[in-house]
């Protein structure tokens, strides 16, 4: 009989909740699993960022259907033991779109994050929520920006989340496209000036 590590994580290859998602601590079976065969596979790179560079403050633009947070605060949580894990997300919560894709409500989000950081959540669209914000959240050690955002409101808000890293901050954007095939990947430092150039340019005009 196949051990029950093994049947957890093909369970986990054909159902991405199943699995190790249900082990509150993580060790390092549920982190290959999260980093070589959890799906969708674009999001991959991200928990191995985590393992590997172990933020303690994590700012998320764009929360979805909690999946992706729940796996990336848990893993967080496993790997910087003893440390003061943050957590900053920015969603719309209730008042999302259906074009928006699919997503919670701010009760639920709290329901389900609040056991894993210092949670603080922020319902509202992502470029009036940083602006009115930047000055009082500081720097994060990761910055993820989800395809779910808006576009107009996503090019106002660049400037604002340059202002929100620091010299060791790396910020991680998704491509569009559905569930299944989007792909996260790094800004570089000059990707995210021009960015915040071409969002003050439009925030003057």
């Not at 991405?16 to 060790?27: A, E, I, M, N, Q």
């Not at 340059?162 to 990707?191: H, I, K, M, Y």
């Amino acid at each position: 009989m196949d051990p029950a590590w093994a049947r957890g994580m093909r369970a986990g290859r054909d159902d991405p909740g199943v699995g190790t998602d249900h082990v509150t601590t993580t060790g390092w079976l549920s982190t290959l699993w999260l980093t070589r065969f959890s799906q969708p596979a674009g999001e991959r790179v991200l928990y191995r960022h985590v393992d590997a560079r172990r933020p303690l403050r994590i700012l998320e633009l764009g929360l979805g259907c909690l999946r992706r947070t729940e796996r990336l605060l848990r893993l967080a949580a496993g790997v910087t033991t003893g440390q003061a894990l943050t957590y900053v997300g920015v969603d719309r919560f209730e008042s999302r779109q259906p074009e928006d894709g699919p997503g919670v409500t701010l009760k639920e989000a709290h329901q389900r994050l609040h056991d894993l950081a210092r949670v603080q959540l922020v319902p509202g669209n992502v470029d009036s929520n940083l602006s009115r914000l930047c000055n009082h959240l500081g720097a994060f050690d990761l910055v993820l920006v989800s395809a779910d955002n808006p576009a107009r409101q996503l090019e106002r808000a660049w400037f604002f989340v340059q202002r929100l890293t620091g010299t060791e901050t790396v910020v991680f954007a998704e491509s569009a496209g559905d569930s299944v095939r989007s792909v996260w990947a790094p800004l570089s430092r000059s990707q995210l000036s021009d960015l915040a150039t071409r969002s003050l340019q439009r925030r003057a005009g």
